[in-house]
């Protein structure tokens, strides 16, 4: 084998095993320094049932956190400790909440229904109003409303018989890198 | 070690890396490329002149002392000297100094740089090759720099490649080593062999890489002193051109790859090719191949090796045609020699022939069956008359000579030459150096004459011989010397 040859094999021998490397490490890296401590605190607050990270492939990207929830009394608590937790974990790193609920057609339809106030309470500040619309609307058919507010979000749960649905709706526009 | 390669792939391997995972990475081209180009410029190849490296024969070498044929003599002089190379501990604890340079004399062709290279085999060094022209430069202080570069270069690529040992191999080094002060740019020329000389000074036992000088020359007396004194080549090694036993071993390594006829004797073409080289061997293995090819032979024959014996002795046949007496003429001159030579040296005429080779318009070759290397004075006539015999004969059977036995004579007087030279003449021992130039030419004209004389008688006594021979080799073109020997014999009967 000639010198060039051997060279050539040096070469992609050591690209093969440095990308390796920093794959495996890469790896390692989003396992047992972000994945777990991550998961491990998120399924330690009270009505979270489960969580799915989906890592991204692009460094820029966010992290998307899927988390399941339990019928739970106080959405908005749970979200701010979910928030919490995923701060501390990913230590200023970009992610993103996505609530899984156990919606279904007629409570979809009971939303579209509250929604109307929604815009308008985010339009004139009439939230009074909008928790007992929601609260009629939602009797109506036998189901029943939950609305709390504060600075960020309105966050809305709906529920009838075993079904939940769960809405965080932003009460300004939302602007770009404000993903949390 | 030299680790360019391993981070080339590494860098490589970052960027695609970085870039999959959606960095930004022309930044980092920038800086890698800049950073690249630095080193480049630094390290060699923009601010160095390239026309002043030397040693670009740096290799590993494969060859072994088993495949150098016929120097036996020699082969085992280097081994011994690269013992000490071999074992460094001893030399140590003994308190040698060690061997700095070997030099290799002898004539081209027989070897010595494979010599060299088997040298660096033998003691696992790297082997670096450099030609003493390749030192040569009009300008001042180039060849001492290529001198330093070529030391410099042997050290690094042993450390790269994990070696203890270099062996660098100037061959012709009488152009870089040739007698100080009497070159007509000896300033120059003097330079590069101080350099020389100070890095062979350079070189001691406690060097990390060892280095050995290998010199090759076929020119010794014209090397300075300096040179050839012990601590600089501590010893010379004699390359000859081999004997029967050494060309029977170099055919026979030559031929190993060859397929060769049953009947072929390796034993006969040493014995016909004596005075050949190792390269010359090399050249009749092969020709003798070539040979097979052209007739189409699956095997090499004898017949096929004797026409390249006779190739590379003589240069490839050419198809000049003499005129019908010019051809009679060339027949009687080789069929003299041929007769004389078989008549005085029994079974010595290989083959005459008088087809056109190189200059030779025809020739007689000769073998002997053993290598010779001391010659008496009745050897000597008999080699002058058979130099003659050639413009003699002509002159037997066409009462004229001709311009083709000009060669012949000269090499006749050079002969005769030998034998005043030798003392065998009637001037007796004689001083070479004051013999006055007629004194010479008179002792010369003398044995000449005699031998001529005596020549002329036992052609006379044998000119239906010559006859015979001279028309049967204008028939054939070519005569055996089997078959010229059953020409004289038949006659003799």
Same mark, same amino acid.
């Given at each position: 084998?000639?010198?060039k040859?051997t060279?050539?094999?040096?070469?992609?021998?050591a690209?093969?095993?440095?990308l390796?490397?920093?794959?495996g490490?890469?790896?390692?890296?989003?396992?047992?320094?972000?994945?777990m401590?991550l998961?491990?605190?998120?399924?330690?607050?009270?009505?979270v049932?489960?969580?799915?990270?989906?890592?991204?492939s692009?460094?820029?990207?966010?992290?998307?956190?899927?988390?399941?929830?339990?019928?739970i009394?106080?959405?908005?608590?749970?979200?701010?400790?979910?928030?919490?937790?995923?701060?501390?974990?990913?230590k200023?790193?970009?992610?993103?909440?996505?609530?899984?609920?156990?919606?279904?057609?007629?409570?979809?339809?009971?939303?579209?229904d509250?929604?109307?106030?929604?815009?308008?309470a985010?339009?004139?500040?009439?939230?009074?109003?909008?928790?007992?619309?929601s609260?009629?609307?939602?009797?109506?058919?036998?189901g029943?409303?939950?609305?709390?507010?504060?600075?960020?979000?309105?966050?809305?749960?709906?529920?009838?018989n075993?079904?939940?649905?769960?809405?965080?709706?932003p009460?300004?526009?939302?602007?770009?890198?404000d993903l949390? | 070690?030299n680790?360019?390669?391993?981070?080339?792939?590494?860098?490589?391997?970052?960027?695609?890396f970085?870039?999959?995972?959606?960095?930004?990475?022309?930044?980092?081209?920038?800086?890698?490329?800049?950073?690249?180009?630095i080193?480049?410029i630094?390290d060699?190849?923009?601010?160095?002149?390239?026309?002043?490296?030397?040693?670009?024969g740096?290799?590993?070498?494969?060859?072994?002392?088993?495949?150098?044929?016929?120097?036996?003599?020699a082969?085992?002089?280097?081994r011994?000297?690269l013992?000490?190379?071999?074992?460094?501990?001893k030399?140590?604890?003994?308190?040698?100094r060690?061997?700095k340079?070997?030099?290799?004399n002898?004539?081209?062709?027989t070897?010595?740089?494979?010599?060299?290279?088997?040298?660096?085999?033998?003691?696992?060094?790297?082997?670096?090759?450099?030609?003493?022209?390749?030192?040569v430069?009009?300008?001042v202080?180039?060849?001492?720099?290529?001198?330093?570069?070529l030391?410099?270069?042997a050290?690094q690529?042993?450390?790269r490649?994990?070696?203890?040992?270099?062996?660098?191999?100037?061959?012709?080094?009488?152009?870089?080593?040739?007698?100080?002060?009497?070159?007509?740019?000896?300033q120059?020329?003097?330079?590069?062999?101080?350099?020389?000389?100070?890095?062979m000074?350079?070189?001691?036992?406690?060097?990390?890489?060892?280095?050995?000088?290998?010199?090759?020359?076929?020119?010794?007396?014209?090397l300075?002193?300096?040179l050839?004194?012990?601590?600089?080549?501590d010893?010379?090694?004699?390359?000859?051109?081999?004997?029967?036993?050494?060309?029977?071993?170099?055919?026979?390594?030559?031929?190993r790859?060859?397929?060769?006829s049953?009947?072929?004797?390796?034993e006969?073409?040493?014995?016909?090719?004596f005075?050949?080289?190792?390269a010359?061997?090399e050249?009749?293995?092969?020709?003798?191949?070539?040979?097979?090819?052209r007739?189409?032979?699956?095997?090499?024959?004898?017949?096929?090796?004797?026409?390249?014996?006779?190739?590379?002795?003589?240069? #490839?046949?050419?198809?000049? $045609?003499?005129? /019908?007496d010019?051809? !009679?003429?060339?027949?009687?001159?080789? =069929? *003299?020699?041929? +007769?004389?030579?078989?008549?005085?040296?029994?079974?010595s005429v290989?083959?005459?022939?008088?087809?056109?080779?190189?200059?030779?318009?025809?020739?007689?070759?000769?073998?002997?069956?053993?290598?010779?290397?001391?010659?008496?004075?009745?050897?000597?006539?008999?080699?002058?008359?058979?130099?003659l015999?050639?413009?003699?004969?002509?002159?037997?059977?066409?009462?004229?000579?001709?311009?083709?036995a000009?060669?012949?004579f000269?090499?006749?007087?050079?002969?005769?030459?030998?034998?005043?030279?030798?003392?065998?003449?009637?001037?007796?021992?004689?001083?070479?150096e004051?013999?006055?130039?007629?004194?010479?030419?008179?002792?010369?004209?003398?044995?000449?004459?005699?031998?001529?004389?005596?020549?002329?008688?036992?052609?006379? #006594?044998?000119?239906?011989? $010559?006859?015979? /021979?001279?028309?049967? !080799?204008l028939?054939?073109?070519?005569? =055996? *010397?089997?078959? +010229?020997?059953?020409?004289?014999?038949?006659?003799?009967?």
């Amino acid at each position: 084998m000639n010198i060039k040859a051997t060279k050539i094999i040096k070469g992609t021998l050591a690209f093969i095993a440095t990308l390796l490397v920093l794959y495996g490490a890469r790896f390692l890296w989003q396992n047992y320094s972000v994945a777990m401590p991550l998961n491990s605190g998120l399924k330690s607050i009270n009505g979270v049932q489960n969580v799915v990270l989906e890592k991204p492939s692009k460094i820029y990207e966010p992290i998307i956190i899927n988390i399941s929830l339990n019928n739970i009394s106080n959405f908005q608590k749970t979200y701010a400790e979910i928030n919490e937790k995923a701060i501390q974990a990913l230590k200023g790193k970009a992610y993103k909440i996505n609530i899984k609920d156990t919606g279904s057609d007629e409570l979809e339809k009971l939303y579209s229904d509250i929604s109307i106030y929604i815009e308008k309470a985010l339009i004139d500040g009439s939230f009074p109003s909008l928790v007992e619309k929601s609260d009629a609307i939602a009797k109506s058919i036998g189901g029943e409303s939950k609305i709390n507010i504060d600075s960020k979000y309105i966050y809305l749960h709906i529920t009838k018989n075993d079904k939940s649905l769960y809405k965080l709706i932003p009460r300004q526009t939302q602007k770009a890198g404000d993903l949390k | 070690m030299n680790y360019k390669e391993h981070i080339i792939g590494a860098v490589a391997a970052i960027i695609v890396f970085l870039s999959l995972l959606g960095f930004d990475i022309l930044p980092l081209i920038f800086l890698i490329g800049f950073a690249g180009a630095i080193y480049f410029i630094t390290d060699s190849k923009l601010l160095k002149v390239k026309s002043s490296s030397v040693g670009e024969g740096r290799k590993d070498s494969s060859i072994s002392f088993n495949d150098i044929g016929g120097q036996e003599i020699a082969k085992n002089e280097l081994r011994e000297a690269l013992e000490f190379i071999k074992s460094n501990d001893k030399l140590k604890a003994l308190g040698i100094r060690p061997l700095k340079g070997i030099l290799l004399n002898g004539p081209p062709g027989t070897g010595k740089t494979l010599l060299a290279k088997a040298a660096a085999q033998y003691t696992n060094s790297i082997f670096l090759s450099a030609s003493g022209s390749e030192f040569v430069e009009m300008y001042v202080g180039v060849g001492a720099k290529r001198v330093r570069q070529l030391f410099t270069q042997a050290k690094q690529a042993a450390k790269r490649m994990n070696r203890h040992s270099a062996v660098i191999f100037i061959d012709e080094i009488e152009v870089l080593g040739g007698k100080r002060g009497q070159n007509h740019s000896h300033q120059e020329h003097d330079q590069t062999l101080n350099e020389l000389l100070v890095q062979m000074d350079g070189i001691s036992s406690d060097d990390e890489v060892k280095v050995l000088v290998i010199g090759a020359t076929n020119r010794s007396d014209m090397l300075d002193s300096a040179l050839l004194r012990p601590g600089r080549f501590d010893r010379i090694v004699k390359v000859d051109l081999p004997d029967k036993k050494g060309r029977a071993h170099i055919l026979k390594l030559h031929t190993r790859n060859k397929p060769l006829s049953a009947e072929v004797e390796i034993e006969a073409i040493a014995r016909d090719t004596f005075g050949f080289s190792g390269a010359q061997l090399e050249s009749v293995a092969n020709e003798a191949a070539i040979l097979a090819m052209r007739d189409e032979s699956k095997e090499i024959s004898s017949v096929h090796f004797k026409n390249a014996i006779e190739k590379v002795m003589m240069g #490839e046949k050419l198809d000049r $045609l003499p005129s /019908v007496d010019e051809k !009679l003429r060339i027949a009687i001159h080789e =069929s *003299g020699h041929a +007769l004389i030579g078989e008549l005085l040296f029994p079974h010595s005429v290989a083959s005459v022939n008088v087809a056109s080779r190189s200059n030779a318009l025809g020739y007689v070759r000769n073998t002997q069956e053993d290598d010779m290397f001391l010659y008496t004075c009745d050897y000597l006539n008999g080699r002058i008359a058979v130099s003659l015999a050639g413009a003699l004969a002509e002159e037997v059977l066409l009462s004229s000579r001709s311009t083709g036995a000009s060669s012949d004579f000269q090499n006749a007087s050079d002969l005769a030459r030998h034998i005043v030279y030798g003392g065998m003449s009637e001037l007796g021992i004689i001083s070479a150096e004051d013999l006055p130039k007629e004194k010479l030419h008179n002792a010369i004209s003398s044995i000449l004459g005699e031998v001529e004389k005596s020549t002329l008688s036992l052609l006379n #006594e044998n000119i239906q011989i $010559l006859k015979d /021979v001279s028309s049967e !080799l204008l028939d054939k073109e070519t005569l =055996s *010397g089997d078959e +010229l020997r059953a020409l004289i014999k038949k006659e003799a009967a």
